[in-house]
T-cell receptor, first 106, second 114 residues
Framework: KNEVEQSPQNLTAQEGEFITINCSYSVGISALHWLQQHPGGGIVSLFMLSSGKKKHGRLIATINIQEKHSSLHITASHPRDSAVYIC????????FGTGTSLTVIP | DADVTQTPRNRITKTGKRIMLECSQTKGHDRMYWYRQDPGLGLRLIYYSFDVKDINKGEISDGYSVSRQAQAKFSLSLESAIPNQTALYFC?????????????FGPGTRLTVL
């Protein structure tokens, strides 16, 4: 049983496209974390949010606590956005999704 | 310089060997974590420590042990490595309180057990 489900698992987009990655969870949480894992393996924190919406550059993250759902949007996608995006939720412990592998083609 | 460092970055070892993975941080964070990542699986928590005197087991602690030598150092040991411990291992840190949910990850250690 996966407490965190991400969709899609794999995504290929043309440069410039608007991208949406979804995260659904089944546990009560106090916060949700979006992470980016580069092809070399390193993991970087993108957003931590517990309500509403956050924006950083071309990245936007939203969360709907009632629906237990979060989305990560990338506007004007670029090949350097190619990475694995991981959703993590914090309930009584940490739960991680398996990630969405994004490839942006020039 | 990186805030969270891990050594070694890559290691190949044989079944039955004792292995230590080290993590150091300059962020001044109290909380430190060890995760492993396997293909097709999410990150899984091995051990975590909220301060030097606090060590807690995570989801998959069997076969592993840890040592928190100082606030800045958290080591993971495999007493007798086995092939299914082949994985990518990450150390992470965070601060106490509400912001604890934001974790800062090291670059990872790729461990192969033959």
């Amino acid at each position: 049983k996966n407490e965190v489900e991400q969709s899609p698992q794999n995504l290929t987009a043309q440069e410039g496209e608007f991208i949406t990655i979804n995260c659904s969870y089944s546990v009560g949480i106090s916060a949700l974390h979006w992470l980016q894992q580069h092809p070399g393996g390193g993991i970087v924190s993108l957003f931590m949010l517990s309500s509403g919406k956050k924006k950083h550059g071309r990245l936007i993250a939203t969360i709907n606590i009632q629906e237990k759902h979060s989305s990560l949007h990338i506007t004007a996608s670029h090949p350097r956005d190619s990475a694995v995006y991981i959703c993590a939720v914090i309930g009584n412990q940490f739960y991680f999704g398996t990630g969405t592998s994004l490839t942006v083609i020039p | 310089d990186a805030d969270v460092t891990q050594t070694p970055r890559n290691r190949i070892t044989k079944t039955g060997k004792r292995i230590m993975l080290e993590c150091s941080q300059t962020k001044g964070h109290d909380r430190m974590y060890w995760y492993r990542q396997d293909p097709g699986l999410g990150l899984r928590l091995i051990y975590y420590s909220f301060d030097v005197k606090d060590i807690n087991k995570g989801e998959i602690s069997d076969g592993y042990s840890v040592s928190r030598q100082a606030q800045a150092k958290f080591s993971l040991s495999l007493e007798s490595a086995i092939p299914n411990q082949t994985a990518l291992y990450f150390c992470a840190t965070s601060v106490p309180g509400l912001a604890a949910h934001e974790q800062f990850f090291g670059p990872g250690t790729r461990l192969t057990v033959l």
